[in-house]
């Protein structure tokens, strides 16, 4: 007959069991002090990607060295390079722990930080008095979060619960528990220490030479995630004839520790198709999960709309009161000299000193450009793909917001540095007067940023029917009229100052006649439709309290 052994629930005394002298096992290599592997450069892309360059010195002592890894590289980006008199035979990429001290912030890493200290533990109803022998505390605090999706930590994304073990030398014996079991904890004596050890692994790259190389050093390149810069703009619109234009960057680091590290800027569009892939040299996944994420890594395709240009242009290596204008509107100093490569474009930031999960704030230019007022009435089509004519069902529907106008400004780019698209805040004697997205302008380029709404200007439209032909023809088995439209404008200026106003108007149809004369645009949209599409562009000056009407007449193909 069996015999069932019930043990408390609370806690576990455990056999250990030593390893006995002489009893064979597994051959373990020890390894030298990792060389320094010294960051010296990092190009940060607006999508959370960064490019690192950094440099270790051979040893003179001997042919075989290593480092870790600072951040987990993307695939196809993770090169050494070496001087021609280095002969790097390979270099094998192996996990390896390393720990830091940070403050203990729950009762196992307390535990963990007093190792040989007298305590009373209590454990559920039962207490113990003893000796911390030993204490492992694995996983206690959060993973971080993995900027590839093929490297989650578990696969709902959580950090796994911690798990350990906790030694207490008692006059019964040893007990041994899990530490998240410990409800409370009181230390004998004074001096408890408050720093834990964490433990993290990271990426070794061990290389081997075919000689010592002494003196001379070895490069080592890659992408990485976890790191991003975020551009915006200040315009100063308070002297009449030039508008004060001011940039800064804010940069986001997650990724690793940079010290005193040149930081570049780059603007552009990436094309980066593995950089959601991590590197096999990285060692944060297994053969099939590495070869799962090259099955359907197709990152970095596909164009990028307005918020992708705000997220994701690129950089690559190689509430105020009167008389606050002067403090509200920075003065950074001219523009450093960038480089161009390509078709991308580099800030230099400087050199940077920043901890892993801090911001900095970095000005970069302020510089005195033209501008002028631009008043902007733009007017939908009202023609749907579908060939039916719909403006009743856009005005009952709110949609007229596409009509409003304007107030805006058009700025000139005299500097020799483009300007990244980017969130552009346009200020008055201290006043801030609005907000919108300034678009990527190289030097010599026009641009147009919008303030607000020109209450002070007001347009309204109307589309009249003039004449129908019904069954005017048959079109892919659907029977169309052919009806003609008049449109009618009408601008009134109720500012004290003259304005310009840019009125654009698109239609489906064939223009018979407008007033005034308006440049006119063929454009290459709905080929394939009955009808081709318009533009019109008026451009008005306005004087203060003038009135104006416009007029177009077009003929089009309805359902």
Not at 115 to 127: F, M, P, Q, S, T
Not at 209 to 233: E, I, N, Q
Not at 247 to 263: R, T
């Amino acid at each position: 007959m069996k015999r069932t052994v019930s043990l408390p629930i609370s806690f576990i005394v455990a056999i250990l069991i030593c390893h006995a002298p002489g009893t064979p096992r597994a051959f373990a290599r020890t390894w030298p002090p990792a060389q320094r592997l010294e960051l010296k450069q990092v190009a940060l892309f607006k999508n959370g990607l960064g490019f690192f360059v950094a440099e270790t010195m051979c040893p003179a002592d001997r042919a075989d060295f290593h480092v870790i890894l600072p951040a987990v590289p993307a695939h196809g980006t993770f090169w050494i390079s070496y001087p021609s008199d280095v002969d790097l035979v390979n270099a094998v990429a192996r996990e390896t722990e390393w720990g830091r001290s940070v403050e203990a912030m729950t009762i196992p890493e307390l535990l963990a930080a007093n190792v040989g200290r007298d305590v009373l533990l209590a454990i559920g109803d039962k207490e113990f008095t003893g000796t911390i022998t030993h204490c492992a505390v694995s996983g206690a605090t959060p993973t971080p979060r993995s900027y590839y999706p093929s490297a989650m930590p578990s696969p709902s994304g959580r950090p796994r619960p911690p798990i350990g073990t906790v030694m207490i030398q008692t006059e019964i014996g040893l007990v041994c528990a899990n530490p998240n079991t410990v409800t409370s904890v009181v230390f004998v004596g004074d001096n408890v220490q408050r720093q834990f050890t964490e433990q993290t692994k990271k990426a070794e790259i061990q290389m081997h030479l075919r000689a010592a190389a002494p003196g001379r050093k070895v490069a080592v390149t890659f992408l990485a995630a976890g790191v991003t810069w975020a551009p915006s703009y200040m315009v100063d619109i308070s002297d009449e004839k030039k508008a004060r234009i001011s940039a800064k960057a804010v940069i986001v680091n997650e990724a690793c520790e940079l010290g005193n590290v040149d930081v570049q800027l780059v603007t552009g569009f990436p094309h980066l198709q593995f950089s959601g892939i991590v590197s096999p040299m990285a060692m944060k996944q297994n053969l099939a999960q590495f070869l799962e994420a090259l099955s359907r890594g197709q990152s970095g395709r596909g164009g990028p709309g307005i918020m992708d240009n705000v997220m994701t242009q690129r950089v690559t290596y190689g509430g105020m009161g009167g008389g606050m204008a002067d403090a509200v509107m920075p003065a950074y100093g001219a523009a450093e000299a960038g480089t161009v490569a390509e078709d991308l474009f580099l800030y230099p930031a400087g050199n940077i000193s920043l901890d892993r999960n801090e911001v900095a704030y970095v000005p970069l230019f302020t510089d005195s450009v033209p501008y002028e007022h631009v008043y902007q009435w733009d007017i939908p089509d009202y023609v749907t793909e579908q060939d039916r004519y719909d403006y009743g069902r856009v005005q009952s529907e709110g949609d007229d917001i596409e009509q409003e106008i304007w107030h805006s400004l058009r700025l000139t780019n005299t500097m020799s540095v483009p300007w990244t698209t980017a969130p552009g805040e346009t200020v008055s004697g201290g006043n801030i007067l609005g907000q919108d997205t300034l678009k990527y302008t190289p030097p010599g380029a026009e641009t147009t940023l919008r303030i607000t709404r020109a209450i002070g200007i007001k347009g309204d439209q109307a589309e009249l029917e003039t004449n129908r032909q019904r069954n005017a023809m048959v079109w892919r088995n659907q029977q169309y009229d052919r009806v003609t439209i008049k449109g009618e404008l009408s601008l009134l200026n109720s500012l004290a100052k003259p304005v310009i106003l840019e009125i654009t108007k698109t239609l489906s149809g064939e223009t018979k006649s407008v007033e005034p004369d308006a440049m006119e645009e063929k454009l290459a949209k709905g080929l394939r439709r009955i009808n081709p599409t318009t533009k019109l562009t008026w451009t008005v000056d306005l004087a203060p309290g003038a009135e104006q009407k416009l007029s177009y007449t077009y003929e089009v193909y309805v359902r």
